[in-house]
Every structure is written in C-alpha cells, then in structure tokens.
C-alpha cells in the first residue's frame, strides 16, 4: 500500500507543512484555554488570589515587566553573539568537509596491532562467545572460545 502524504512530511510542500504546525498551534492553545476554569478553581483554592490582588489590582506587574525586559535584552545579546559565531564558523568552513568516515579496518591490521595470528583471529570472530585476555600494557594473551553451560 502506498503511504499517506502525512506520514511523509518530506512530502509536503512548505506551505502545507507552516499550515499543519500553525493548525496544531491553535490547537494546543485551545487546549489549555479549556483547562483555564480548573487552573482557576485550584488557584482560588490554594489562595493565589491574593497573588492576583498584588500584581494586577496594586500594578505588581509593571515590576516583573521591566526584569522581563532586561532577561529580554540579554537573551538577545547571548543570541546575537551565538550567530554572530555561527556565522563566523559558516564562513570560515564553507566548501571545507572535513568529516569525512573512517576507512573501515582490516583484519589484517587488527591482527598485526595485537600479535595475532590471522586466521585464528578469524575462527574467533566466527564464535558467538569468547573470552579475551589482556596483559598490563593492553596485549592479547589469550582468546578462549566459551562453551555456554546453558542451553
């Protein structure tokens, strides 16, 4: 069966996919506007009127306002400064790929690194359990094949 374009974002064009994220937006916000008359009982009930009388009625806010708009201005900066680095590092690295994979390594080399043999090597990568021995300086002294007591 062929899949639904909404189970494909890529799909989507760019104005089906502000449209989706705007509808779910609207949404959401219609969901918490329903729970408004429960937060509000549980506010009265644990006294957070008194909350309400400091803030809007004795104009508490216009304090909280004025902190808001300074924590405002540094995000700003702080946001400001983090593109200004991004950009920086675009510019500097652009046409530069530098994370380019590792080339896989052969058995060969592995073998050669710890002093093995490879064809024993390969017999012990062929086995499900091994144990592997190692001396104080990071060699293989042993690989013993494990024969499970459990079936």
């Known amino acids: ?67 808001f708009l300074g924590f405002l201005q540094i995000v700003a900066l702080l946001g400001g400064s983090l593109a200004i680095w991004a950009s920086y590092n675009f510019l500097r690295f652009r046409g530069n790929e530098r994370r380019k994979p590792q080339k896989p390594v052969e058995i060969e080399q592995v073998a050669d690194y710890f002093d093995l043999d490879v064809e024993t090597l390969k017999q012990r990568r062929k086995e499900k359990m091994i144990t592997v021995n190692f001396d104080d300086k990071g060699k293989i002294i042993g690989i013993d094949k494990l024969v499970p007591i459990y079936k």
Request: hydrophobic share 55%.
């Open 1 to 67: 069966m062929k899949e639904l374009i909404i189970n494909t974002p890529s799909m989507q064009s760019l104005w089906q996919s502000y449209s989706s994220v705007l509808i779910t937006f609207i949404f959401w916000l219609l969901w918490f506007f329903l729970w408004v008359p429960v937060a509000t009982a549980i506010a009265w009930y644990s006294g957070l009127h008194l909350a309400y009388f400091e803030m809007f009625e004795m104009d508490g806010f216009k304090s909280v306002i004025d902190d």
